[in-house]
C-alpha cells in the first residue's frame, strides 16, 4: 500500500476546472460583473507585486537533494513561490468583495460536479484505489467540488466505489455555511510555498514505514515533487503541452536537452527516471497514471 498526495487541476482531471467553476456565479440568478473582470484583476497583480528573484534551473546534477540540504538549495524557489501569494491574494479579495459566489448552495455544486465526472483521467482511480491514504492538495477553490467530482467519476466507473480511501482534501476553499458558500475563502493553499507547507505538516502524520507519492503538473508542484522524503511525479504528457513540458523540463528544471526531447518524442517511452534525490526517494516524469502504476507496485 502506498500514500498518494496529488494535485487536482490537470493532474487527476484531464483539463483545468477553475475555469469550470467560474461558471457557477453565472447559473441563477445571473452575476453582473463578467468574468473577464476577474481574469483582468489577476493579470494586474503581476504589475502590482514585485516577485521575489528565482535561481534557475532548481537541480544541480553533481548535488543530490537530501533532508539536510534541500531547503538551503532550493531557498530562491520557495522565496519566488511565496512572493506570488499577494498576485494571488489580489484576485481572491475582488471575488470576496464582489460576493462572486455567495449564496451558491453546495447541492449545486455536486450536481454541477456530477456532469463534469468524464474529465477525471480513468487511469487514476485504479491507483486511487490501491492506496492506503489519498490526499488532495491544490489551488482550486472548492473542497466539495473536488471530493464530488472525483466519486461521481468512480461510481461511474468502479464496481466498489465504497472500499476507496476517503479523500483528504486540501485547497483555497471557498467557506460554506447553512449549505451555501458564503463568499469567502479559506485562503491556505495559494502557491506553491504553501503546498510545501502543508505537504510537510502531512508527512508528520504517515508512518515512517509507508512509500509517499507527491504527484503534480504544474511550477506550483515542483518544491513538493523535489522533496525529499517523496517519490516525486510530474505527470505531463508533452504530446499534449509540448510548450508547458518543456518549459519545465528544459528551462525551469534544467534536465539534459537530449534525454528531454528524446523523452518527448518517443511515444513508447511513458516514464523517464531522474537521479536528483540522495535518501533512496525518487524523482520520476511520466506520461499518464496508467505508465505511473507500472512503477508503483
Same mark, same amino acid.
Given at each position: 500500500?502506498?500514500?498518494?498526495?496529488?494535485?487536482?487541476?490537470?493532474?487527476?482531471?484531464?483539463?483545468?476546472?477553475?475555469?469550470?467553476?467560474?461558471?457557477?456565479p453565472?447559473?441563477?440568478?445571473?452575476?453582473?460583473?463578467?468574468?473577464?473582470?476577474?481574469?483582468?484583476?489577476?493579470?494586474?497583480?503581476?504589475?502590482?507585486?514585485?516577485?521575489?528573484?528565482?535561481?534557475?534551473?532548481?537541480?544541480?546534477?553533481?548535488?543530490?537533494?537530501?533532508?539536510?540540504?534541500? @531547503? %538551503?538549495?532550493?531557498?530562491?524557489?520557495? &522565496?519566488?513561490?511565496?512572493? /506570488?501569494?499577494?498576485?494571488?491574494?489580489h484576485?481572491? !479579495? #475582488?471575488?470576496?468583495?464582489?460576493?462572486?459566489?455567495?449564496?451558491?448552495?453546495?447541492?449545486?455544486?455536486?450536481?454541477?460536479?456530477?456532469?463534469?465526472?468524464?474529465?477525471? @483521467? %480513468?487511469?487514476?482511480?485504479?491507483?486511487? &484505489?490501491?492506496?492506503?491514504? /489519498?490526499?488532495?492538495?491544490?489551488?482550486n477553490?472548492? !473542497? #466539495?467540488?473536488?471530493?464530488?467530482?472525483?466519486?461521481?467519476?468512480?461510481?461511474?466507473?468502479?464496481?466498489?466505489?465504497?472500499?476507496?480511501?476517503?479523500?483528504?482534501i486540501?485547497?483555497?476553499?471557498?467557506?460554506?455555511?447553512?449549505?451555501?458558500?458564503?463568499? /469567502?475563502?479559506?485562503?491556505?493553499?495559494?502557491t506553491?510555498?504553501?503546498?510545501?507547507?502543508?505537504?510537510?505538516?502531512?508527512?508528520h502524520?504517515?508512518?515512517?514505514?509507508?512509500?509517499?507519492?507527491?504527484?503534480g503538473?504544474?511550477e506550483?508542484?515542483?518544491?513538493?515533487?523535489?522533496?525529499?522524503?517523496?517519490?516525486?511525479? /510530474?505527470?505531463?504528457?508533452?504530446s499534449?503541452?509540448?510548450?508547458?513540458?518543456?518549459?519545465?523540463?528544459?528551462?525551469?528544471?534544467?534536465?539534459?536537452?537530449?534525454?528531454?526531447?528524446?523523452?518527448?518524442?518517443?511515444?513508447?517511452?511513458?516514464s523517464?527516471?531522474?537521479?536528483?534525490?540522495?535518501?533512496?526517494?525518487?524523482?520520476?516524469?511520466?506520461?499518464?497514471?496508467?505508465?505511473?502504476?507500472?512503477?508503483?507496485?
Open positions: 500500500m502506498v500514500v498518494l498526495i496529488c494535485d487536482f487541476d490537470e493532474t487527476i482531471t484531464s483539463q483545468d476546472t477553475i475555469g469550470l467553476l467560474a461558471k457557477l453565472y447559473v441563477d440568478p445571473p452575476f453582473p460583473p463578467p468574468w473577464s473582470h476577474f481574469t483582468a484583476t489577476y493579470a494586474d497583480g503581476y504589475s502590482l507585486y514585485e516577485r521575489a528573484p528565482r535561481s534557475l534551473p532548481l537541480l544541480d546534477p553533481h548535488t543530490p537533494l537530501t533532508a539536510a540540504n534541500y @531547503r %538551503q538549495l532550493l531557498q530562491a524557489e520557495i &522565496r519566488y513561490q511565496d512572493s /506570488l501569494r499577494p498576485i494571488e491574494l484576485s481572491v !479579495h #475582488e471575488l470576496e468583495r464582489l460576493h462572486a459566489f455567495a449564496g451558491i448552495p453546495t447541492e449545486q455544486v455536486a450536481t454541477y460536479a456530477h456532469s463534469l465526472c468524464q474529465i477525471v @483521467r %480513468q487511469d487514476f482511480l485504479p491507483l486511487w &484505489r490501491r492506496a492506503s491514504q /489519498l490526499h488532495i492538495l491544490s489551488v477553490w472548492s !473542497h #466539495e467540488f473536488i471530493k464530488d467530482i472525483i466519486y461521481s467519476a468512480a461510481r461511474h466507473s468502479l464496481d466498489d466505489p465504497e472500499n476507496l480511501p476517503v479523500p483528504i486540501k485547497c483555497n476553499n471557498l467557506l460554506v455555511r447553512n449549505g451555501s458558500y458564503t463568499g /469567502l475563502f479559506d485562503k491556505s493553499i495559494l506553491g510555498a504553501d503546498k510545501l507547507a502543508s505537504l510537510e505538516k502531512t508527512l502524520s504517515i508512518p515512517s514505514d509507508e512509500p509517499v507519492w507527491y504527484i503538473d504544474s506550483t508542484d515542483l518544491l513538493s515533487i523535489l522533496h525529499p522524503k517523496v517519490n516525486g511525479v /510530474l505527470l505531463l504528457d508533452p499534449q503541452n509540448y510548450d508547458k513540458f518543456n518549459k519545465i523540463a528544459a528551462t525551469i528544471l534544467g534536465l539534459d536537452l537530449a534525454s528531454t526531447q528524446k523523452f518527448a518524442c518517443d511515444p513508447y517511452q511513458q523517464w527516471s531522474i537521479p536528483c534525490k540522495g535518501n533512496g526517494s525518487h524523482f520520476y516524469l511520466v506520461k499518464s497514471w496508467t505508465a505511473l502504476s507500472r512503477i508503483i507496485r
